[in-house]
């Protein structure tokens, strides 16, 4: 089991950036694969990405491909969400997550941050 906290989040206009945080403690960092995840108002929670244990292979979901980047320090017990060119429908409650497997399933991922919220203004 690992803790997970999210930090970096607040509000951005559109076509702004953020840098998302997770820092994990409790366990082996390096042994779990860190998703992110995000949920809107009335709306289920969503894949974002997703980084290997090495983390040299990343998946984005399709909405944010091109505009987010995910990457992790495993030196450091970190997680990192680089967000661009932000849009208003990126306004959510951003989570990482992390799992023993190669998955971009909610159900798959053991551990959860309490999340940070990232709103885009228009």
């Known amino acids: 089991q690992v803790q997970l906290v999210e930090s970096g989040g607040g509000l951005v206009q559109a076509g702004g950036s953020l840098r998302l945080s997770c820092a994990a403690s409790g366990g082996t960092f390096s042994t779990y694969v860190m998703g992110w995840f995000r949920q809107a108002p009335g709306k289920e929670r969503e894949f974002v990405a997703r980084?290997?244990?090495?983390?040299?292979?990343?998946t984005y979901a399709a909405s944010v491909k091109g505009r987010f980047t995910i990457s992790r320090d495993n030196a450091k017990n970190t997680a990192y969400l680089q967000m661009n060119s932000l849009k208003p429908e990126d306004t959510a409650v951003y989570y990482c997550?992390?799992?023993?497997?190669?998955?971009?399933?909610?159900?798959?991922?053991?551990?959860w941050g309490q999340g940070t919220q990232v709103t885009v203004s228009s």
């Open positions: 997550a992390a799992s023993k497997l190669w998955s971009t399933r909610a159900y798959a991922y053991d551990d």
């Open positions: 980084i290997n244990r090495g983390g040299d292979t990343r």
